[in-house]
């Protein structure tokens, strides 16, 4: 079931980010779980706004769904005393597993984009009757928004559905949640104040 390619996942890697997290099987599923629904959002706004930069984002926030799958798998392993714990925790890797094959789902959802090749307009004009959108937003040091809340964030008209801060990700960010520079949002909104905010990001 592990489908991470040793050359972007060394086991020793791995291991250490275990060993640091010190993140048990059921952090482990609720933190993919909740990647996996950054990446539908992500991936179905980068057809509609057929965005190749966020097509880039949404490889990387799959690259670590895998890494999440390849730590749960390992957790799983070393939890099994017994026989009996081995078969009950079957159904918590293939849990992981039927989340990752979601995750390829997206790859495939937004392959074309990644391949330039045009998006057909069937796609787009049933895509455009989705009155929300998501997109990435980069906290410069010089934001305005370093030392607000979430809260007062969302004044903006938008919903901030993630939160990336270092190598950890929140999903619906707590309403007092300060944002720090560096931070990595994921707004989702009205197409059209989703742009604006995005574009006064980038």
Known sequence: MIRIHRSEYQSEDILA??????????????????????????????LLMQDKKLVKKIHELEEEIDLRQYEIEAECMLASKTPKEALELTSVIRLSSAMEDISNAIKELIDS???GIPIHPTILKGLKHSMEIAD??????????????????????????????????????????LIKAKDVLIVSGDQKRVREISNKGK
Do not use: C
């Open 17 to 46: 980010d275990m060993l640091k997290k010190e993140k048990n099987i059921v952090d482990l599923i609720v933190e993919m779980k909740n990647m996996v629904n950054l990446a539908i959002a992500l991936g179905f706004s980068a």
């Open 113 to 115: 984009l990644s391949r």
């Open 136 to 177: 990435y937003l980069k906290i410069g040091k010089r934001s305005k928004s370093v030392g607000k809340t979430i809260s007062e964030f969302a004044q903006e008209k938008v919903t901030v559905i993630g939160l990336k801060r270092g190598d950890k990700w929140l999903y619906l960010p707590h309403v007092d949640e």
